[in-house]
T-cell receptor
Framework: SQQGEEDPQALSIQEGENATMNCSYKTSINNLQWYRQNSGRGLVHLILIRSNEREKHSGRLRVTLDTSKKSSSLLITASRAADTASYFCATVPSGNTPLVFGKGTRLSVIA | EAGVTQFPSHSVIEKGQTVTLRCDPISGHDNLYWYRRVMGKEIKFLLHFVKESKQDESGMPNNRFLAERTGGTYSTLKVQPAELEDSGVYFC???????????FGPGTRLTVL
C-alpha cells in the first residue's frame, strides 16, 4: 500500500505567497525526504529530515516532521514563479527497505 | 561533475517488442536505483544495485524485466516482451550512501502501443 501521500494534490498561489504541502505516511521511518520535479526533468533532492529531528531549514524551505502523527510538511516561503513544479515526499521505512514516494503535489506559482 | 544520465529520453515501441534502457550514474556512486512512474500514479521502486550486485529487486513487476549492472558502472533495464501496461517514465538514480540523498536522471519515457 502507498506509504507517502501528499496533500493537496494541486496548489495554485501568487508569487510572494507561502506554499505549504503536507505528507502523511503509514509505517515507522528512518528518514523522510522531499524532492522537486520540474516538467520533463528528473527529480531534485530538496531536503532530508531524520526520524529524530522535528524541523529543518534550507534557504526558503522549512520541513517539519511529526512521527507521532506520521506526517511532514514542506513550507516554501516567498514563492517564485520558478518554484512551479511537482513536489514529492519520499519515506525510507525502518529496516532495509527502499524509498517510497507519494503521488506528489503540483504547485503553480503565478507571477 | 556530470549528473545521472539516461538514454534514450523517449522510446515508442509496439507491444511484443524489446526495449533496453540505459542509466549512467554519477561516477563513484556504488548505489544505483531504478524507479517507474505510470501516468497518474506514484513513483515506484523497481530495484537497487550496490556496485554490480542486486541488493533489492522486490519492485520488479515480473520476469519480463531484466536489469544488469556489469562492472558496477552503468546499468541497463530490458523489457522483453513489452506490454501496454509497461508504458510510463523510468527513472534511474544513484547515491553514495544508501537511504540518503539520491540523484535522479531525467527519465526515459516509454510508450508501448
Amino acid at each position: 500500500s502507498q506509504q507517502g501521500e501528499e496533500d493537496p494534490q494541486a496548489l495554485s498561489i501568487q508569487e510572494g505567497e507561502n506554499a505549504t504541502m503536507n505528507c502523511s505516511y503509514k509505517t515507522s521511518i528512518n528518514n523522510l525526504q522531499w524532492y522537486r520535479q520540474n516538467s520533463g526533468r528528473g527529480l531534485v533532492h530538496l531536503i532530508l529530515i531524520r526520524s529524530n529531528e522535528r524541523e529543518k531549514h534550507s534557504g526558503r524551505l522549512r520541513v517539519t516532521l511529526d512521527t507521532s502523527k506520521k506526517s511532514s510538511s514542506l513550507l516554501i516561503t516567498a514563492s517564485r514563479a520558478a518554484d512551479t513544479a511537482s513536489y514529492f515526499c519520499a519515506t525510507v521505512p525502518s529496516g532495509n527497505t527502499p524509498l517510497v514516494f507519494g503521488k506528489g503535489t503540483r504547485l503553480s506559482v503565478i507571477a | 561533475e556530470a549528473g545521472v544520465t539516461q538514454f534514450p529520453s523517449h522510446s515508442v515501441i509496439e507491444k511484443g517488442q524489446t526495449v533496453t534502457l540505459r542509466c549512467d550514474p554519477i561516477s563513484g556512486h556504488d548505489n544505483l536505483y531504478w524507479y517507474r512512474r505510470v501516468m497518474g500514479k506514484e513513483i515506484k521502486f523497481l530495484l537497487h544495485f550496490v556496485k554490480e550486485s542486486k541488493q533489492d529487486e522486490s519492485g520488479m513487476p515480473n520476469n519480463r524485466f531484466l536489469a544488469e549492472r556489469t562492472g558496477g558502472t552503468y546499468s541497463t533495464l530490458k523489457v522483453q516482451p513489452a506490454e501496454l501496461e509497461d508504458s510510463g517514465v523510468y527513472f534511474c538514480a544513484s547515491s553514495q550512501v544508501w537511504h540518503n540523498e539520491q540523484f535522479f536522471g531525467p527519465g526515459t519515457r516509454l510508450t508501448v502501443l
